[in-house]
């Protein structure tokens, strides 16, 4: 199972940017996926998580309305477009995809960090 995460770079703030997860290795349309976020000093949280249908999204309240997370099941791809992006949101982002399991549990699990699989992070710099 490999999950790679990309798109990071740097940015300004107000920008825009597009991170992918690419999943591979199992059936990914069985499995919620979420994207987390480690800022430098910082624990890593839970920015945004979506149902392996794609019917149930959640967003940590800091990103609500500016991020949109989705999924390409041809593609086996979850995307997180990012806009009016800030400073604060300067941190590695990671993908990670729990299977065979409820919504509800998947964002209990997710919010103590815990996964079936997780990819390597990429970073975001936003400069101000």
């Known amino acids: 199972v490999q999950l790679q995460a990309f798109g990071g770079g740097l940015v300004q703030a107000g920008d825009s940017l597009r991170l992918s997860c690419s999943v591979s290795?199992?059936?990914?349309?069985?499995?919620?996926v979420g994207w987390f976020r480690q800022a430098p000093g910082k624990e890593r949280e839970l920015a945004a998580a979506?149902?392996?249908?794609?019917?149930?999204?959640y967003y940590v309240d800091s990103v609500k309305g500016r991020f949109t997370i989705s999924r390409d099941s041809a593609k086996n791809t979850v995307m997180l477009q990012m806009n009016s992006l800030k400073p604060e949101d300067t941190a590695v982002y990671f993908c990670?995809?729990?299977?065979?399991?409820?919504?509800?549990?998947?964002?209990?699990?997710?919010?103590?960090?815990?996964?079936?699989?997780w990819g390597q992070g990429t970073k975001l710099t936003v400069s101000s």
């Open positions: 290795g199992l059936t990914f349309d069985t499995y919620n």
């Open positions: 979506i149902s392996w249908g794609g019917s149930s999204l």
């Open positions: 990670a995809a729990k299977g065979r399991s409820s919504w509800l549990l998947t964002l209990q699990s997710f919010r103590n960090l815990q996964s079936d699989y």
